[in-house]
């Protein structure tokens, strides 16, 4: 049953905050049919919260600890204000690197749980931009702002890294 919610709030959710990417024109999608997305995208990030927070949960098993207080709704909403600084600040990709890394850090600074929130954040930031850049290659999307590596927008993996941070939250939330 947690998976099946994780999967719903999952694609909901995260096709909400790619609305934010659409809408802003931080990205395109070659066969947009819904609100300027594929059908596929909701079932996408769906899919992607489940297999995250199953290798979050395992992981988090042996390293989580329980100094760490910070709740979810702070979690998630500190994620969703690094997605909303994505969308508005597209035209300055250096002032957004340098707000996800602020925003990153502070998180890492208030958990109790930094080694676990260091290996589920890197491990995001380097399988995350990716993925994303194999979908891109399909053709499937592409990112519209600049400065691209691999096809991907420059600030990508810190947004994953403060992804990693709601991943070891919702762990968390999963396995007390």
């Given amino acids: 049953m947690t998976f099946l919610v994780a999967f719903v709030a999952g694609g909901v959710g995260g096709a909400l905050l790619d609305q934010i990417h659409v809408r802003a024109h931080v990205l395109r999608y070659a066969h947009p049919s819904l609100m300027g997305q594929p059908w596929w995208v909701a079932p ?4 992607a919260v489940v ?6 949960v395992s992981i988090a098993r042996r390293m989580m600890s329980s100094r760490d207080r910070v709740p979810f709704v702070a979690d998630a909403t500190a994620f969703v204000l690094a997605y909303v600084v994505t ?6 990709p250096w002032a957004i690197a340098v ?4 925003l990153w ?3 890492l600074l208030v958990h109790g749980n930094r080694a676990l929130l260091l290996a589920v954040s890197l491990g995001l930031a ?3 931009p990716i993925y994303e850049s194999l ?4 053709g499937s999307f592409h990112y519209m702002v600049t400065p691209l590596v691999l096809r991907d927008p420059a600030w990508l993996p810190l947004l994953y890294l403060n992804a ?10 999963v396995t007390s």
């Fill in 105 to 107: 850090v502070g998180m």
């Fill in 126 to 128: 380097v399988v995350g």
């Fill in 87 to 92: 969308g508005v600040l597209r035209r300055n």
């Fill in 99 to 102: 707000i996800l890394i602020a």
């Fill in 135 to 138: 979908l891109t290659w399909t």
């Fill in 44 to 47: 996408q990030f769906g899919i």
């Fill in 51 to 56: 297999l995250i927070l199953v290798a979050c």
């Fill in 164 to 173: 990693g941070v709601l991943a070891v939250s919702a762990a968390r939330a």
